[in-house]
């Protein structure tokens, strides 16, 4: 499966861009599949076209559902058992996402109620998908118990 993270706004050359790298490579090709990000202008540019096959989209905002990194490891678990060939998430730029976006997701996945910049959002996705790449490896995961 294809984990797809679809961002709005460049992350350039930064820390936080060196932290999604540095979690993209040790994902390289686990459990789950395998990572790809997408950088879009805050503004404009098109989502990339849905390729054949199932699909299935979460939305990250603020209102969104939040789970445990065991949860997501397994809803993840699941689509990909379900033969999903790619999971796109999208990261919006500062106004969030459009109410239609949200309805038609499959997950509104939430990092909590707080506001956090795109750069920041980004690394804890691609921080997640790692644990839940890590998790359903079942490498043993220090929360559980």
Not at 113 to 122: D, I
Request: glycine letters at 10%; aromatic letters at 6%.
């Amino acid at each position: 499966m294809l984990l797809h993270v679809i961002a709005r706004g460049k992350i350039g050359r930064t820390p936080e861009a060196d932290m999604v790298e540095r979690y993209a490579r040790r994902m390289a090709t686990g459990a789950l599949g395998t990572i790809r990000v997408t950088e879009l202008p805050d503004r404009g540019g098109t989502i990339p076209p849905l390729p054949s096959g199932l699909v299935r989209t979460v939305v990250l905002d603020e209102r969104g559902q939040q789970v445990s990194s065991t949860e997501f490891a397994r809803v993840l678990e699941r689509w990909r058992d379900d033969g999903v060939r790619e999971a796109r998430f999208l990261i919006g730029a500062a106004d969030g996402h459009e109410d239609a976006l949200r309805a038609s997701a499959d997950l509104v996945l939430g990092f909590g109620p707080m506001t956090w910049p795109h750069m920041l959002a980004r690394v804890m996705l691609v921080e997640q998908l790692w644990r839940a790449t890590s998790i359903a490896a079942g490498h043993p995961y220090h929360r559980e118990g």
